[in-house]
């Protein structure tokens, strides 16, 4: 799933040579064989605390889609059909979303730093 997403060229692309990934903390417990992929193509890993939505541009991303998949107030009739929909909306989340979630992480861990770990607006 990191090779589909085009980590080696879209991390280095969006944030430049120094760019750090941040691993969502529930694939940690699952993920010995990605820590390997990491460490194999040298991707610095941001060591973030536990269970900081704040800090997880992903929950963003969740938002989004449930919103996308939901537009309308559209509901669906079979379990299929909602997870044609999840994956269809999965791989249409615009470059233009994660590029601003991306640039939004130094805001972010500002913030947070600023509320002494508390919640902020994101």
Known sequence: MLQRASLMTEGPRLCGNDWVFQQDNAAVHNARLTK????E???TLLDHPAC???LNPI???WGWMAREVYKNGH???TVDALREAIFNTWSN???SLL???ASSMPKRLFEV???NGGATHY
């Open 75 to 77: 509901q669906f009739q």
């Open 36 to 39: 390997e992929f990491f460490q």
């Open 93 to 95: 989340v615009p470059t």
């Open 113 to 115: 730093i600023n509320k």
């Open 41 to 43: 193509n040298n991707i």
């Open 59 to 61: 929950e963003n991303i």
């Open 52 to 54: 900081s939505p704040d």
């Open 99 to 101: 590029e601003t979630l």
